[in-house]
T-cell receptor, first 112, second 115 residues
Framework: AQKVTQAQTEISVVEKEDVTLDCVYE???????LFWYKQPPSGELVFLIRRNSFDEQNEISGRYSWNFQKSTSSFNFTITASQVVDSAVYFCVHSGNTPLVFGKGTRLSVIA | DGGITQSPKYLFRKEGQNVTLSCEQNLNHDAMYWYRQDPGQGLRLIYYSQIVNDFQKGDIAEGYSVSREKKESFPLTVTSAQKNPTAFYLC??????????????FGQGTRLTVV
């Protein structure tokens, strides 16, 4: 069965530090997607990025970057020069032939 | 604007009562989902539907029921059989391409409290 592991439960950093959120997944699907979502204190889930299993190219979007490595089944997320507004819970998610499977999330606290 | 609407945002229920949470989407998505989130936890799948008039149980379906009579709507009923219903409920929808689900778009959630 599909499984997503986010080993870091909580991370605290000081503003302007870089931080990497780890994600490891298990899947039997040959075609699948991986996502990251952000959940701020208000509770809604905000979609950040999608990666399909055939595209291992890393992506950068502003201060956010993602490293997808199929060989290690990892899809890590880095925030560069973190800001207080980045404080939230971040979820790594797998989607294939079955509905979305969520990791348990990493709570990031950025301290001013 | 296209999106997913959940209502109400806050809901209080007395023990022993059934309650229905609304979820409507105008994104023309085929698949819809209900997730439950407990404090400090990830999201757990309650029910999902890939097509109208069809739905499947997720990991924690006991004490819940759903219907999918229209593509746009996927209401969730929390029955009195659900022993611990106080939680944050999120509805989502997604497009299914070649058997694979794309990213899901979420509503703003309903916070249910049993009093």
């Amino acid at each position: 069965a599909q499984k997503v592991t986010q080993a870091q439960t909580e991370i605290s950093v000081v503003e302007k530090e870089d931080v990497t959120l780890d994600c490891v997944y298990e899947t039997r699907d040959t075609t699948y997607y991986l996502f990251w979502y952000k959940q701020p204190p208000s509770g809604e889930l905000v979609f950040l990025i999608r990666r399909n299993s055939f595209d291992e190219q890393n992506e950068i979007s502003g201060r956010y970057s993602w490293n997808f490595q199929k060989s290690t089944s990892s899809f890590n997320f880095t925030i560069t020069a973190s800001q207080v507004v980045d404080s939230a819970v971040y979820f790594c998610v797998h989607s294939g032939n079955t509905p979305l499977v969520f990791g348990k999330g990493t709570r990031l606290s950025v301290i001013a | 604007d296209g999106g997913i609407t959940q209502s109400p945002k806050y809901l209080f229920r007395k023990e022993g009562q059934n309650v229905t949470l609304s979820c409507e989407q105008n994104l023309n998505h085929d698949a819809m989902y209900w997730y439950r989130q407990d404090p400090g936890q990830g999201l757990r799948l309650i029910y999902y539907s890939q097509i109208v008039n069809d739905f499947q149980k997720g990991d924690i379906a006991e004490g819940y029921s759903v219907s999918r009579e229209k593509k746009e709507s996927f209401p969730l009923t929390v029955t009195s059989a659900q022993k611990n219903p106080t939680a944050f409920y999120l509805c989502a929808s997604s497009i299914k391409r070649r058997l694979t689900n794309t990213e899901a778009f979420f509503g703003q959630g309903t916070r249910l409290t049993v009093v």
